[in-house]
């Protein structure tokens, strides 16, 4: 009897000093449970493989800058197999019967698709806080030299988180929406020693980025992001460029939402 206590006292004990999580009995865990937990192992595997992204991203580098517009195609390429890979790979790693009891085929392979472009995107977001020698995306570089081609062909796989790539943050905290109007230089217009070569250039440069704003715009782009300042891409405008620049800038978005509303 004594020992029956004495060992009912030392469980009494151990409850009391256990987590309050610990005191519920064990019991076999459900099937919701278990669904749950093969979605945590699917999301474990479809955020990793950083070296495999930094071989993307140098793949789509190298092509741009050997390249040019040229590489347009190559870009495009690039990405869809990268994301077709991860799908495949998840598709054989992970049986989600959950989820194919309630989706179609089609949607199925949308959901697989919309994760997969999402790890690509999340996994560029990792490398540009690296803080390397190329801490920058693709979109980034893309849209500071101004290549309307480019830009297309970088965002066009992605067809389910085009908005998340557009926004997406290099180590300084800049979205690709920085570098496309930080780039901007309207200085040859006020000028009268310009010669017409510049001019002509410029007016192309111009009309090409504005063309690239409207697109970002229609994809989702952030006017009020801000960057590791704390200030928002027209806070910088208004800093280092001049009232052209910014009234470029609104005149291009007043065009666009006359236009479509």
């Known amino acids: 009897t004594h ?15 256990l987590p ?9 865990p459900s099937k919701a449970q278990m669904a749950q937990q093969q979605d945590d192992e699917y999301h474990y595997t479809i955020v990793e493989s950083l070296d495999d992204l930094r071989d993307v991203r ?10 040019g517009d040229s590489a347009a195609e190559t870009c495009k390429n690039i990405i869809e197999r990268a994301v077709v890979r ?17 989706m179609t085929d089609a949607a199925y392979t949308d959901h697989l698709r919309t994760e997969a472009e999402q790890w690509l995107i999340d996994g560029f977001a990792d490398l540009e806080v690296e803080n390397t ?4 995306s693709p979109l980034h570089y893309a849209a500071k030299v101004g290549s309307k081609t480019l830009v297309e062909a970088l965002l066009t796989p992605f067809k389910f988180n085009v908005y998340r790539m557009v926004n997406i943050s290099d180590s300084k905290g800049w979205t690709p929406l920085f570098s496309l109007l930080l780039a901007l230089d309207l200085r040859h217009q006020l000028s009268d020693n310009a010669s017409g070569d510049e001019h002509l250039a410029e007016e192309k440069d111009t009309d090409t980025r504005k063309g690239l704003l409207i697109r970002f715009v229609q994809a989702g782009v952030s006017f009020s992001h801000t960057d590791n300042e704390n ?6 405008m208004r800093e280092t460029k001049g009232t052209r620049e910014v009234k470029f800038v609104i005149k291009a978005l007043a065009s666009l939402f006359i236009k479509h509303g």
């Open 133 to 136: 020698d190329a801490a920058e």
């Open 58 to 67: 140098s793949e789509i580098f190298h092509a741009m800058k050997a390249q």
């Open 3 to 17: 020992a029956r206590t004495r060992n009912e006292f030392k469980r009494i004990q151990l409850l009391l000093l």
């Open 86 to 102: 991860k799908v495949n790979l998840v598709r054989e790693l992970v049986s989600e019967q959950h989820l194919k009891n309630q």
């Open 231 to 236: 200030k928002t891409v027209l806070h910088h």
């Open 20 to 28: 309050a999580s610990n005191h519920k009995p064990r019991t076999r």
